[in-house]
T-cell receptor, first 115, second 112 residues
């Protein structure tokens, strides 16, 4: 059964046209993460939520925003995509780390193409 | 902050041989060390992890060793098979943090 679901799996957008990627989870995990992964590179953390507390990485561009309306869903908004934003975007979840650091479960990813 | 170095960046072995991938970390407070396998176009999947209170962990053909004093940990795959071909990432969790810091990855190719 799918535990971390990402939609769409493939997204094509035009340069400068806002785009939203979605992630949902059936694990009831407290923590949700968004990563950007470019070809032949490691996943790069953009931000994460602990419940509703938003934690931005210092080097994440302002062009990237996120929303978490409830425990199950999290969205990544790219306000004005540039060609350099073409990448795989991975959502991940984990349980309450305050009881012990735990495995991150990754979704299948959304492949974003910017034309 | 934490920094994770991973070597080698590429590794090619013959089927049946062993493969070893090594990582070092900088933050002595890090206490959780997972290894992820990522096949082309797919999600990273956890294959094994180890916590700082354990020196070695094994799961069938896969083992991980941790040396806290030297701040390094290694992935060992024995009796490699072509389906082991993938990119492997090590990671470390900073002490008191839910964030993982990833190594740059090792592309493993197992030749039949």
């Amino acid at each position: 059964d799918a535990m971390v679901i990402q939609n769409p799996r493939y997204q094509v957008t035009q340069f400068g046209k806002p785009v939203t990627l979605s992630c949902s989870q059936t694990l009831n995990h407290n923590v949700m993460y968004w990563y950007q992964q470019k070809s032949s590179q490691a996943p790069k953390l953009l931000f994460h939520y602990y419940d509703k507390d938003f934690n931005n990485e210092a080097d994440t561009p302002d062009n990237f925003q996120s929303r978490r309306p409830n425990t199950s869903f999290c969205f990544l908004d790219i306000r004005s995509p540039g060609l350099g934003d073409a990448a795989m975007y991975l959502c991940a979840t984990s349980r309450d780390w305050r009881t012990g650091v735990d495995e991150q479960y990754f979704g299948p990813g959304t492949r974003l193409t910017v034309t | 902050g934490e920094n994770v170095e991973q070597h080698p960046s590429t590794l090619s072995v013959q089927e049946g041989d062993s493969a070893v991938i090594k990582c070092t970390y900088s933050d002595s407070a890090s206490n959780y060390f997972p290894w992820y396998k990522q096949e082309l176009g797919k999600r990273p999947q956890l294959i094994i992890d180890i916590r700082s209170n354990v020196g070695e962990k094994k799961d069938q053909r896969i083992a991980v060793t941790l040396n806290k004093t030297a701040k390094h940990f290694s992935l060992h795959i024995t009796e490699t098979q072509p389906e082991d071909s993938a990119v492997y990432f090590c990671a470390a969790a900073q002490g008191g943090s839910e964030k993982l810091v990833f190594g740059k990855g090792t592309k493993l190719t197992v030749n039949p």
